[in-house]
């Protein structure tokens, strides 16, 4: 496996950074179309999916990426990076653009905005339990045939995926990076 990548346009980059540091994988901050040739995967982080997407414009990204994406890179959109990913964004910026690679329908701020963020456990296939950690995040509405759910937060309205994966493009409504717990980044790893 080579190097994977970080986009670092806006958002919590170092967190991702350091949580792929902890797992021994080599990393990189991707800023612009010459950092993202030199990675074999990437990361698109939590932060303001408008404002990310914004800025893949104005760095000269946007085409690049997408064509990355076409080719099958393997990628985690983590909470706007999700958002980013999504097929269909709900609630979204009249303006707001996306790649449609992930076949998932999600609404921007999906749990509301008095509950704007809140921990709880997540449930993964296996059985066992990862601490999810929510900002203002997406909520995944439906998913298309192609998409494994591999992680469920259950709660009244619930069970919602929160980690899904349609081959190489893996998305997480929560942010992994925010907590000790390597586990979903361990996984997106171990399939490169
Ligand atoms: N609500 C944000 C957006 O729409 C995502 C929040 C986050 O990444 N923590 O981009």
Not at 50 to 69: D, F, W
């Amino acid at each position: 496996m080579g190097s994977v990548g970080v986009l670092a346009l806006q958002g919590d980059v170092r967190e991702h950074l350091a949580t792929l540091s902890a797992l021994g994988v080599e990393s990189a901050r991707v800023r612009t179309p010459g950092e993202l040739d030199g990675v074999d995967a990437l990361v698109l982080p939590g932060g303001e999916s408008t404002a990310i997407a914004h800025l893949l414009v104005t760095s000269g990204l946007r085409g690049p990426l997408g064509e990355r994406l076409e080719s099958g890179m393997p990628v985690l959109g983590t909470c706007a990076g999700l958002i980013l990913l999504a097929r269909e964004v709900l609630d979204g910026r009249a303006d707001q653009w996306g790649y449609g690679a992930l076949e998932v329908t999600v609404r921007r701020n999906g749990y509301g905005r008095q509950v704007a963020s809140f921990e709880a456990p997540l449930e993964l296939a296996d059985g066992s339990s990862v601490p999810g950690v929510f900002i203002r995040a997406p909520r995944i509405l439906a998913c298309g045939p192609r998409v494994e759910v591999l992680a469920t937060y259950a709660h009244g309205e619930g069970p919602d995926p929160v980690l899904v994966r349609q081959g190489p493009v893996w998305g997480a409504s929560f942010h992994p990076e925010l907590t000790a717990d390597t586990t979903v980044h361990r996984l997106f790893v171990e399939s490169l």
